[in-house]
C-alpha cells in the first residue's frame, strides 16, 4: 500500500467534503497528522490542480478539476445507456462488428462493442485502446480536433500495418476529408486485413465526445458501394445516438 498516495487521498477527501473553505491547520487536526504534513500534502494538491488556496485567507477549497473528471464519468455512463439500443440495431443491420470509442490523448478506448456473427470478423475488446489515428472511431474524433490540439499528433505517427498512414500532411488531408464526409474510413491502418467506418457522436452541447464504428475483414468493407452503405449506416446511427444525448444540433437533423 502507498501510504503517501493514500495520505493525500484522505486529505483531498477531507477538503473537498468540507461545508466551507479550510486551512491546513485544520486538516491536520481531523486526519491527526503533523502540520508541516498536512501542508506539504495541500500544496501538492494545489499544484496538481486539485484545489486552490485563497490568497488572502491561506484556506483551501476544492478545484472544479474534480467536477470536470466525474462529469466525464457520467457522461460516459449516459453514453454507454443512451448508445446500448443503437448500437445493436446497427450491428443487426450491418452483420459488422459494432464499436463504441472515446478519445483518450492519442488513443482511443472502445468502451463498448458487439461482435458480428460472421465465421469471419474484426476483433477488439471493450477497454482496450488502438492509436488513433489509425482506426476508424480515432480518425472520425481527430477530425474534430483544432489545428492546435491536432498537431503533436502528426508529429507521432509510427507504422503498424503496411497501410498506416504516417505522413502528416497525408494524415490530415484524410482527416478534412472524413469531416467533409461525415464519416471516416480505416483502410488497414491498424491491421492490413481489417477495414471501418465511424462516425462522431455528440453531446447536448454539440461536442464530439464519442464515434460509432463498424468494422470488418476488407474482403467485405473495401467495395465502394458497400463502404458508401456503411458510412452512411455509422452517420445515421451516431445522429440517433446524439440526438438521445439531447443533441439538438445540425449534426442530428
Not at 143 to 153: M, V
Request: glycine share 8%.
Amino acid at each position: 500500500m502507498d501510504k503517501t498516495l493514500l495520505k493525500g487521498l484522505q486529505v483531498l477527501e477531507q477538503v473537498v467534503s468540507a461545508s466551507e473553505p479550510v486551512k491546513s491547520a485544520h486538516i491536520a487536526t481531523e486526519l491527526g497528522l503533523m502540520k508541516s504534513n498536512a501542508h506539504r500534502v495541500l500544496k501538492t494538491l494545489e499544484f496538481a490542480g486539485y484545489i486552490v488556496q485563497d490568497p488572502n485567507t491561506k484556506e483551501f477549497t476544492s478545484s472544479l478539476k474534480l467536477w470536470e473528471m466525474g462529469s466525464q464519468i457520467v457522461n460516459r455512463l449516459d453514453l454507454r445507456k443512451c448508445a446500448s439500443v443503437p448500437l445493436h440495431d446497427l450491428a443487426h443491420e450491418t452483420g459488422e462488428a459494432v464499436h463504441l470509442s472515446v478519445l483518450d490523448g492519442t488513443e482511443v478506448i472502445y468502451i463498448d462493442k458487439i461482435d458480428s456473427p460472421q465465421p469471419v470478423g474484426a476483433y477488439t475488446r471493450t477497454g482496450g485502446r488502438a492509436p488513433a489515428y489509425c482506426v476508424a472511431t480515432g480518425k472520425a474524433l481527430l477530425s474534430e480536433l483544432t489545428d492546435e490540439a491536432l498537431t503533436p499528433i502528426l508529429k507521432k505517427l509510427v507504422k503498424h500495418s503496411n497501410l498506416t498512414i504516417t505522413d502528416p500532411k497525408v494524415l490530415r488531408a484524410d482527416l478534412i476529408e472524413t469531416r467533409k464526409r461525415g464519416y471516416s474510413i480505416n483502410r488497414g491502418e491498424w491491421r492490413e486485413a481489417v477495414w471501418g467506418l465511424a462516425a462522431v457522436i455528440r453531446d447536448s452541447r454539440n461536442d464530439p465526445i464519442a464515434a460509432v464504428g463498424v468494422s470488418g475483414p476488407d474482403f467485405r468493407l473495401s467495395e465502394p458501394e458497400r463502404t458508401e452503405v456503411l458510412g452512411e449506416a455509422v452517420r445515421r446511427y451516431a445522429a440517433t445516438i446524439s440526438r438521445g444525448l439531447g443533441n439538438r444540433g445540425p449534426f442530428a437533423s
